[in-house]
């Protein structure tokens, strides 16, 4: 029926032809017949015909000299015979092609007659047998070729499941684990990891897949808790989509559904095209592993001399990109397959990346070669290496508790822009990079965000981020996140350039290794006083081999490690960051006024003018507060100032040793320098640690400690100083961490209430005891306030090992000196607190916001420290209202 209408509607528009013009074709009615719309189409044609018919009369009306036409259109009758002749001529040519097809199978056997394929004879029966065989082994040919067709097609997509799932769980690997936020690069974690894998292969193929599965389902809960943003950049690239891209020249259809979604993404407002700046961007969304700048400018340019492209336009960019970047990692793959076996040992991965332009960092690419090499083999085809290369360049080589430290950071100096989207303006690039590498950094971050050509990676790379043509394009919007991880990228890149270039330079002996004593001379020139004590820290966390040396693999360990940890041991930094979760608000972060309990606390009797413009050394993102990584910078700049009067107090004492002449020579930072021991109480003294005839026990036992043969090189005389500070520190907190000029002010003052010399004050004197401090008991809340002053003095005196009965019973109003000098402290401490929140009310009432109140702060702190610096202004520690000059100003 169906080829019968067809045949109908043929003959139809056959006849249509000789209809005079104006008649209504047929065919527009489109193919098929019957069509929903057929009888209104019909009805139509006849009105149409019969128009036209009245309109040629007329003509021939006004033109009589024209010859009448009468044409009668076919009838249905017609029509209907017309379609079955044709009908029948289709079939009749099916039968004929069928038939040539069977003649040219049975062609290939030339000893066959299908003539005398009769199967009523005995003869003819053998023929028809053999035909028919032949006919079923075609037939099975034509089988066998499709079951291979569904083989290779179910094979493909085993392996693109296959590398989905390595792709899942490489991107589960870069997630920190437990285990590993505690683990360092040492030999023990190294034990611990090669434990891991023999225990691995206990397991088996059942129990490591469900491990695997809670990894993935781990990244997948921990991403569904991250920003929109983060868990972005952290979602595993889709793997199939970009294996076929690889392996074929045409976008499929998903892939162009994908190419329009991200178009609209990127494309500017009000117009439908995609600006060429932002063409980088738009290859990174769709997965594309690298993006080299001069190939997208020229493929671009080649495509459109304008300076955007609409959607085909970007549809053919990315089809010649797609073609250059399959040819580039598959030439960068093979290049290093030297065997041909189409796979790479994991030794050789990292050279490939290398070659492509991209250092990649040795914990990261570790963990994902384990990922993605499941079968242990040590080799990764291909496919392999593709997927790591997508995971590895999904988030720059970083790990997952990287990118999320590295927004947090780009949270505290984004600011929203007219769209309401967060970016880092480009006057602020260079704090925001100090803030998240460290203030060891800052030149680099300075040259970095000036585009200082010496830094930045430049030429022709595989791996360069599209952010060179970010600050100049952008202009004062600033950086999206994905931006400033590309600049966190680079600015990693300039870091592993610096200390290669350092390596290089200290390597005197140029054998490729570093020893002790080289290494000690790089981190003097950082800045550092580094003692043996934080060398064998280091060795002991990277020399994997215990030689006493380190390659340049690590030495880049070892700067990583020195640079997490600001220079102090292992051990150190646990017990300042035990300190600072012990204070720190719920933000993470800790104030001044908590800055300054913790430097009293140990024994450091700074004001709040000094606490105040220490804080302003290190506050980099102005907050006025310190996260731990600003506090451990602040803790390192009060050690190297420690070890800087050390230092000073050692030269000094071996000045008065030696003749005058024979101190001329000495070089400062000569290690085999040393005092003798019957020295060491002027040395001390220089120091004022120096505790008389009462402290000379301990003294000599601490002598004997240290001292080797009567004599104390510089780093012995360090940790003697070190020990009797942390004994002296114990005295230091019983006094509420005064000075002891301030303890003697403090104990006349009380005694001058003390009339009798009991050493005791009861209620009645009190009133005149506080009076002179500005405390005045006019009402109960008064009389309630000063109760509970007392009891917190009381409380804190008994914590710092004041004798019981000097801290005296709960509840009484009588005080002892020693309870009076922690109610002192509290009291100072209540009225350096009030002076910090008048100054910011007064700023407030100025029009000032909060958070630019704490800015304009820091910023006056930083320069008030660094005009008292260039004049060598003392800091005596009773003021606590700072002052700037106005040539400072």
Not at 216 to 226: C, N, Q
Not at 264 to 289: F, I
Request: contains cysteine; aromatic residues 8%; proline residues 2%.
């Amino acid at each position: 029926l169906g080829n019968l209408s067809t045949e109908i509607r043929s003959a139809w528009c056959a006849a249509s032809f000789t209809m005079p013009r104006g008649t209504h074709d047929m065919r527009s009615t489109g193919r098929g017949f019957p069509d929903p719309a057929m009888g209104r189409t019909w009805s139509k044609a006849t009105v149409t015909s019969r128009a036209s018919s009245k309109s040629s009369r007329m003509r021939t009306k006004d033109f009589p000299s024209l010859p009448k036409i009468g044409l009668q259109a076919p009838s249905f009758e017609q029509l209907l015979a017309t379609a079955q002749q044709r009908a029948a001529q289709r079939r009749a040519a099916q039968r004929a092609e069928r038939e040539q097809m069977k003649g040219d199978e049975l062609m290939e056997l030339p000893f066959l007659d299908i003539s005398l394929a009769n199967r009523h004879t005995i003869k003819g029966h053998r023929h028809f047998l053999e035909v028919l065989e032949h006919v079923n082994g075609k037939a099975e040919e034509r089988s066998a070729e499709a079951r291979r067709k569904a083989a290779e097609e179910q094979k493909r997509i085993q392996e693109i499941e296959r590398l989905t799932r390595l792709t899942l769980l490489a991107t589960s690997a870069l997630a920190e684990k437990k285990e590993e936020e505690l683990a360092t690069i040492s030999k023990a974690a190294m034990k611990f990891k090669l434990s891991v894998k023999e225990k691995d292969k206990l397991l088996s193929e059942e129990q490591k897949r469900k491990q695997e599965d809670e990894a993935i389902k781990a990244a997948e809960i921990e991403r569904e808790k991250d920003p929109e943003e983060v868990a972005e950049m952290l979602k595993p690239p889709d793997f199939g989509a970009i294996i076929s891209r690889f392996n074929s020249d045409v976008f499929s259809q998903l892939e162009l559904e994908r190419i329009k979604e991200q178009f609209k993404v990127y494309q500017t407002p009000g117009q439908n095209e995609v600006h060429k700046d932002r063409l980088n961007e738009l290859l990174l969304s769709l997965g594309y592993v690298t993006i080299e700048e001069e190939t997208l400018a020229k493929i671009a340019a080649e495509i459109s001399s304008y300076s955007a492209l609409d959607l085909g336009e970007v549809t053919h960019f990315l089809q010649r990109y797609a073609q250059f970047e399959t040819e580039t990692i598959r030439k960068s793959f093979h290049d290093f397959d030297a065997d041909a076996s189409g796979e790479l040992s994991t030794s050789e991965v990292q050279a490939v990346l290398e070659a492509m332009g991209c250092s990649p960092f040795k914990g990261t690419l570790q963990r994902l070669i384990d990922a993605v090499d499941a079968n242990g083999s040590g080799t990764l085809d291909f496919n392999e290496f593709l997927s790591l290369l997508l995971v590895y360049r999904q988030t720059d080589g970083f790990s997952h508790k990287e990118i999320r430290q590295m927004h947090r950071s780009f949270c505290r100096f984004a600011m929203a822009d007219a769209n309401n989207v967060k970016k880092v303006p480009h006057y602020r690039l260079s704090n925001a990079l100090i803030f998240e590498f460290g203030a060891q950094a800052a030149d680099l971050a300075r040259q970095l965000a000036k585009q200082d050509q010496r830094i930045m990676r430049r030429g022709k790379s595989l791996w360069m981020m599209a952010s060179s043509t970010v600050a100049k394009n952008e202009g004062p919007a600033g950086l999206t996140f994905r931006q400033f991880v590309t600049w966190s990228r680079r600015m990693k890149e300039a870091e592993i350039n610096e200390y290669v270039r350092q390596f290089k330079r200290f390597d005197q002996s140029q054998d490729g290794v570093l020893d002790r004593s080289e290494v000690k001379q790089v981190l003097k020139e950082m800045g550092y006083m580094p003692l043996r004590s934080n060398i064998q820290d280091l060795f002991r966390s990277v020399d994997a081999d215990g030689d006493g040396t380190v390659n340049l693999e690590e030495y880049l360990d070892l700067m990583e490690y020195f640079k997490r940890w600001d220079g102090f041991t292992r051990e150190e930094a646990a017990e300042l960051l035990t300190i600072f979760k012990r204070h720190a608000s719920t933000d993470g972060e800790i104030s001044t006024m908590q800055i300054m309990d913790i430097l009293r606390a140990s024994g450091r009797t700074n004001s709040l003018r000094k606490t105040q413009q220490l804080v302003a050394k290190v506050d980099v993102d102005e907050t006025h507060s310190l996260d731990f990584k600003e506090f451990l910078r602040l803790m390192r700049l009060l050690r190297e100032e420690e070890l800087g009067q050390a230092r000073q107090g050692f030269l000094l004492t071996l000045k008065e040793t030696l003749a005058e002449e024979d101190f001329a020579k000495v070089d400062p930072d000569d290690e085999s320098l040393f005092i003798q021991r019957d020295r060491l109480k002027l040395a001390l003294r220089l120091l004022e640690l120096d505790a008389g005839d009462a402290g000379y026990a301990e003294l000599q036992r601490l002598a004997d400690r240290y001292s080797k043969e009567d004599r104390l090189d510089f780093d012995s005389f360090v940790n003697l100083v070190d020990e009797l500070h942390h004994s002296r520190q114990a005295e230091k907190k019983k006094q509420a961490s005064f000075r002891d000029s301030e303890v003697q002010d403090i104990r006349r003052q009380f005694a001058r209430i003390d009339h009798d010399g009991s050493g005791e004050i009861d209620r009645d004197e009190i009133p005149r005891l506080l009076k002179p401090m500005g405390i005045e008991l006019k009402n109960k809340d008064d009389q309630r306030r000063l109760m509970a002053l007392i009891a917190d003095a009381r409380k804190w005196a008994a914590e710092s090992g004041v004798d019981p009965d000097d801290c005296g019973k709960q509840g009484t109003a009588t005080l002892r000196f020693p309870v009076f000098l922690f109610m002192c402290r509290l009291i100072q401490r209540e009225n350096e607190a009030k002076a910090l929140a008048e100054e910011e009310e007064e700023a407030k009432v100025l029009g000032f916001t909060e958070a630019q109140v704490k800015k304009l702060h820091s910023k006056f702190c930083f320069w008030v420290a660094r005009m008292q610096e260039e004049s060598q202004i003392a800091d005596d520690g009773k003021d606590f209202n700072l002052t700037l000059t106005v040539e400072g100003f």
